[in-house]
């Protein structure tokens, strides 16, 4: 009896040794906090924000510190990646003479303009798809020609609408989802990639995603706290030798220009970037805005279908935003019972 005691104590013993260790494994600072935005350049900037706000009830968020006036940033709901839109550049704090913008070919919105490379489509999460559709058709907004559905996943409910410049969005029938403020949200964002395995090592090795699912020309990742779909144009029924490459030299199109996440360690992360076989294609620095210094420290990776991957550090911030345009800040999310009856004016002033 006493040597069964005597082992179950050291078995005590053991395993609060081994609590104790784990609890001072340093955390993985190099690994982002959160997706920080995806976003938009748009024909009509204002149009465009006013069409979130007014279809998914979005919020506009405040700038910290000196405001970039040419961005907007657009939030679902709580504690999740904002939808950023600004206009194609070149913006009146753009360094005079530049010709980054000036020798570009801007590529008009069209809806047969959607088979490049890059972010496909956005998926937007509501509790019931039947009631988002005739809401949003009903307010005049046009069913698209493709239907995407989610590859993992077949038998959830889907529905692909054109936003503003005929940029995709997926409706995702989600009845269990944590609300926004008129009951959806960003699900997932839906990338067309050359080669699916090659798209899944960069992410995995620079930002921490995990593969989740996969089959020949499909992969779904978790990256940091978001869903991403990557498929190869096979997987959309898209013919290869029609998807055109991304030319960040000699053309901008509307659309996504850029996906980014947040780092609250920008030099632990460059690091780790520099371990990997991949190189920035902007090292991070501190932003300036007309030779004044900003809060932002950024830097730019492209990803192996060219897309814009942006790394960003904002000073005292190391979560998603919360404070509103109008200086009122977030809420804590509505609980999983919320019946979508309160309007956004009851969070606050909308802008």
């Given at each position: 009896m006493v040597q069964r005691n005597q082992a179950a104590l050291c078995a005590l013993i053991l395993f609060a040794a081994l609590l104790s260790a784990c609890s001072s494994i340093a955390p993985n600072t190099a690994k982002p906090a959160i997706f920080e935005d995806i976003h938009y350049f748009a024909t009509?900037?204002?149009?465009?924000?006013?069409?979130?706000?007014?279809?998914?009830?979005?919020?506009?968020?405040?700038?910290?510190?000196?405001?970039?006036?040419?961005?907007?940033?657009?939030?679902?709901?709580?504690?999740?990646?904002?939808?950023?839109?600004?206009?194609?550049?070149?913006?009146?704090?753009?360094?005079?003479?530049?010709?980054?913008?000036?020798?570009?070919?801007?590529?008009?919105?069209?809806?047969?303009?959607n088979s490049y490379y890059g972010v496909y489509a956005v998926g937007i999460a509501t509790p019931s798809l039947k009631v988002a559709v005739g809401k949003i058709t009903s307010a005049g907004v046009e069913l698209a020609k493709e239907h995407i559905r989610l590859p993992?996943?077949?038998?959830?409910?889907?529905?692909?609408?054109?936003g503003p410049d005929y940029n995709l969005f997926t409706l995702v029938e989600r009845p269990n989802m944590n609300p926004g403020y008129r009951g959806y949200g960003v699900d997932h964002v839906h990338l067309l990639v050359r080669d699916k395995d090659e798209t899944v090592k960069f992410y995995r090795d620079v930002f921490f995603g995990e593969e989740i699912w996969s089959n020949d020309n499909s992969a779904v990742?978790?990256?940091?706290?978001?869903?991403?779909?990557?498929s190869e144009p096979e997987a959309l029924r898209l013919d290869?030798?029609?998807?055109?490459?991304?030319?960040?030299?000699?053309?901008?199109?509307?659309?996504?220009?850029h996906i980014?996440?947040?780092?609250?360690?920008m030099q632990a992360f460059m690091d780790h970037v520099d371990s990997t076989e991949y190189k920035f294609g902007v090292r991070p620095a501190r932003f300036y805005l007309q030779s004044e210094r900003t809060v932002y420290t950024?830097?730019?990776?492209?990803?192996?279908?060219?897309?814009s991957t942006e790394i960003l550090q904002e000073d005292g911030r190391h979560s998603a935003r919360t404070v509103f345009s109008d200086g009122g800040t977030l809420p804590e999310p509505p609980s999983p019972g919320f019946q979508y009856q309160i309007t956004p004016e009851e969070y606050g002033t909308a802008k």
């Open positions: 009509d900037p204002d149009a465009s924000g006013a069409f979130f706000q007014k279809h998914f009830g979005a919020r506009l968020m405040a700038h910290p510190g000196r405001p970039q006036e040419y961005v907007d940033f657009w939030a679902l709901r709580s504690g999740e990646v904002p939808i950023t839109i600004s206009p194609i550049g070149p913006y009146k704090t753009t360094p005079p003479g530049s010709t980054f913008w000036s020798n570009k070919k801007i590529i008009p919105p069209s809806s047969d303009d993992h996943d077949q038998d959830i409910p889907t529905q692909t609408i054109y990742l978790k990256i940091v706290d978001m869903l991403f779909i990557l290869r030798s029609s998807v055109e490459e991304r030319d960040y030299i000699n053309k901008v199109r509307y659309g996504v220009g980014g996440w947040l780092s609250t360690d950024l830097g730019l990776l492209l990803s192996p279908n060219v897309l």
